[in-house]
């Protein structure tokens, strides 16, 4: 039903509006004031247990918000899906609803009242939208007690004002919620400002790393920063660079895992031309263009064996020679390293030597992973929020409930994935408030995501490493002396495995790359 003309008003009407009017301009409590009126409207017109219902922001549900005169198990009871029942129904169309006598409407949903209980001959149910900008943003609903007084259209006038005057003191709400989530995102830039190279947080385990990084920045030693993907590692990398002497010379990166075997020396030694089938020209590595800088090598543990001695070598001799060449060219480079992987397994399982670990391994940075810094992931949720405004023309702002949301999560994908998370809410968001149901819908989309080595991550000590306990662990030390006695064993087991390597391999114990090693220094013929 909807209203087409204006009802007579009596001056009880006139004072009920009025007052509302002044209970809205004169509070920015909303509560305070929607209260208020749902109480005039029983009191002064016999409009009797009146609520407002809201969608809720964590549910997505539509809850009693406020009310009058109705009890709390009636309260938790009063919850709409949209569409659901008339109360639903006029969330999801806008449009006012008159029930004259509710025990003979089969959609109406007695989820707060039973209408059996009521007193009264008759009980009408009058909804009409609290609206803003056209959209329907909740739902103010009263009953009428015996209805054959009653003049509904105006009723039906009545409440639609008074859903406009609470419209307007949701809206003030939310605008005061905007400032204050605004003040926040100032506060964030505060943050912003005194954060070390670009690097947020207030957590005592980061600024510890922090405080490590800045001792390691004097020295020329190699670091080797370990920590989960996505937690940082980079950043350091520079803020390391940018503390040190080194700080006015290049600063180059490559990541050892990115790039295939086959083209990695190249690009960390260089070439000559004609080198291989592709080198038209001379080319410098990074060894060469970082020197005098640093030189960051990402995913150490992913580089090849045959490019570790090689790497091993540029760090004792402080030269590197380009493919095709016999010339040595002197380089002066920092290494700084990172790696995700517990490198002492690596070492351990062969695929990373022993050696240039002691070399990387000189001051050692763990990072925090994202779940345990939980106290800033309110600074650099509001960090990446404003920049993503910035970037793509947007006013958006998180609420308090979705704050509190971004810091329930366990963050497998760590501050990377916090961006991202934060760049698609302000993309796909239609309104300014993002809401802790907006938050936890984007979420939902990461489930599939589970925490990468929740504990191993950060890389044991080498005298944490696990004690021997087979036969053949002595194996397990890839670069240690090799016993002529196991050249039977090794013989018998590829025997057993009609020559294959691999199966033989994992029959001893080692990997295929212990395997060959072994191969080679016992000269047995596979």
Known sequence: MKQNHCPAVTPQVVEVIQEASRL???????????????????????????????????????????????S??????????????ITGRVMETGEIALIPDVSKEPSYVAHVSNIKTEQGSTIAYLAVPIMRDDTPVGVLAVYRLNTFLSDFDSDIYIIQIMASLIGQALHIHDLITCLKEEN??????????????????????LRSSIEQARKAAVSQATVMLV???????????????????????????????????????????????????????????????????????DEIGDMPINLQAKLLRVLQERTVQRIG?????????????ATNKRLEESVNSGSFRLDLFYRLNVIRISLPPLRERKDDIELLALYFLNRCNQLHRRNMMLNDAALAQLKQYEWPGNVRQLENVIERLVIMSDADLVTAYDVKSVLSEESGVAIENAKPNRAAAPEERPALTSPLDFMSRPYSKVNPDERDIIINALGKARGNKTLAARTLGMTARQLHYRLNKLCIEA
């Open 184 to 205: 926040k995102a100032l506060k964030s830039r505060k943050h912003e400002d005194n954060a070390v190279h670009g690097i947020i947080g207030k957590s005592a385990n």
């Open 72 to 85: 709390q198990a009636e309260i938790e009871r009063g919850h709409y899906s949209i569409g659901e029942g």
């Open 24 to 70: 809205v301009g004169g509070s920015l409590n909303p509560g305070s004031s929607i209260d208020a009126i749902l109480e005039l409207l029983s009191t002064k017109l016999g409009l009797t247990r009146g609520r407002v219902v809201l969608s809720d922001p964590n549910s997505g549900l539509l809850r009693i918000r406020y009310s009058h005169d109705l």
């Open 227 to 297: 920590g989960e993907s996505g937690s940082g590692k980079e950043r350091f990398a520079r803020m390391i660079h940018l503390a040190s002497e080194r700080r006015d010379k290049p600063f180059v990166c490559i990541n050892c895992a990115a790039i295939p075997e086959s083209l990695l020396e190249s690009e960390l030694f260089g070439h000559e031309k004609g080198a291989f089938t592709g080198a038209t020209t001379n080319r410098a590595g990074k060894f060469e263009i970082a020197s005098g800088g640093t030189l960051f090598l």
């Open 325 to 337: 060449s016999n010339h040595e060219i002197a380089v002066d480079v920092r290494i700084i390293t």
